[in-house]
């Protein structure tokens, strides 16, 4: 009789202990950001996504009320801090800001050890950052026509400057090569800064970079911009020309850069930082932070980001096929 007594005080303790785990997730989403929030950047410091994180960082920490951290994590074309966020805990507290590299490294890569679309979840996307064809100055050339008669008279003997194997200075040089029918080989380098610093000092002769740090070594005529990536031109250099309207109609190549979390976050944690994220890019000092820098915010919903990714991801596997990019 005395068992019987204490079952159902049993069942409710035991159904107590499980209603409140089941309300654990909620709760920790209603008190979210606790603490720091860590934003890993996988790239190293002076490329076009480290000026995005770093854009936001201020307005961001406090718009959530703790401290968000960037924290550089190069390697492998990206994927190094990619994968560090992909096993890191679905809680909100460790996120990333990607690129287009983001979707061509498991295209190049059979190893890269995740996949875009179902290990993470996109917050929103940030911005849409149009690329410059550059040279040193050295070269004898003043247009993207010269740079391509230049190129078809010394197949395989011009080098370009590329961030990494599937980074967006890689792709934007493998579009040109195929649009423009050229051969210009691709030297790759830890990240944008370097790759950058190479086609400075000459050690390469064309460079694919950001319009944001073309634009600072163009004014110290360090670099020679030839033309904008975008089908439009840029504030940032509004009398540099297209590429489509100097040489090859119809190039197209917009970077853009994503803030996202791994799978399994909590869809109200999600909603909080895509609030915050977009909240940020409508404050007047970001927006003139980013006009300078010739980027185009561009918040969306998750869902938005998402679809836009999957159309990226079609387009991007062409070019890498039609190239013939393989993975070194």
């Not at 489509?244 to 917009?254: C, I, N, Q, R, S």
């Amino acid at each position: 009789m005395e068992r019987i007594c204490r079952s159902p005080i049993r069942f409710g303790v035991l159904t107590a202990a499980l209603l409140a785990a089941i309300a654990l997730p909620a709760h920790a989403a209603e008190r979210y950001p606790a603490k720091p929030v860590r934003m890993i950047v996988p790239f190293p410091p002076g490329g076009s996504t480290d000026f995005n994180a770093r854009a936001i960082q201020d307005k961001l920490s406090a718009l959530l009320g703790q401290q968000l951290v960037i924290d550089n994590r190069a390697g492998a074309s990206g994927q190094i801090g990619t994968r560090i966020v992909k096993d890191s805990a679905p809680d909100g507290y460790t996120l990333f800001l990607h690129t287009v590299a983001f979707l061509t490294g498991p295209i190049l890569y059979a190893n890269a050890g995740y996949d875009p679309l179902v290990d993470f979840i996109p917050v929103s996307l940030i911005s849409k950052v149009p690329t410059t064809v550059s040279v040193n100055p050295s070269i004898p050339v003043r247009s993207v026509k010269e740079l391509l008669d230049l190129a078809k008279s010394r197949p395989g003997q011009l080098n370009y400057a590329s961030a990494g194997i599937g980074t967006n200075a890689h792709i934007t040089g493998e579009l040109f090569n195929l649009m423009g029918r050229t051969s210009i080989r691709a030297i790759h380098y830890k990240g944008g800064g370097p790759a950058l610093a190479a086609v400075v000092s000459g050690e390469v002769q064309v460079g694919f970079s950001n319009i944001t740090q073309t634009a600072r070594l163009a004014e110290a005529g360090r670099l020679r911009p030839l033309a904008v990536s975008s089908l439009k031109r840029s504030s940032a250099l509004p009398n540099l020309p297209t590429v489509a309207e100097a040489g090859l109609p119809g190039f197209e190549m917009v970077a853009w850069h994503l803030v996202g979390a791994p799978a399994g976050t909590p869809a109200a944690i999600i909603k909080t930082l895509n609030e915050k994220v977009r909240a940020a890019l409508a404050d007047p000092v970001i927006l003139q932070r980013f006009e300078k820098g010739g980027m185009e915010p561009v918040p969306t919903s998750p869902g938005e980001a998402t679809a836009y990714l999957k159309n990226e991801q079609v387009k991007w596997r062409r070019v890498i096929q039609e190239r013939n990019i393989k993975a070194q």
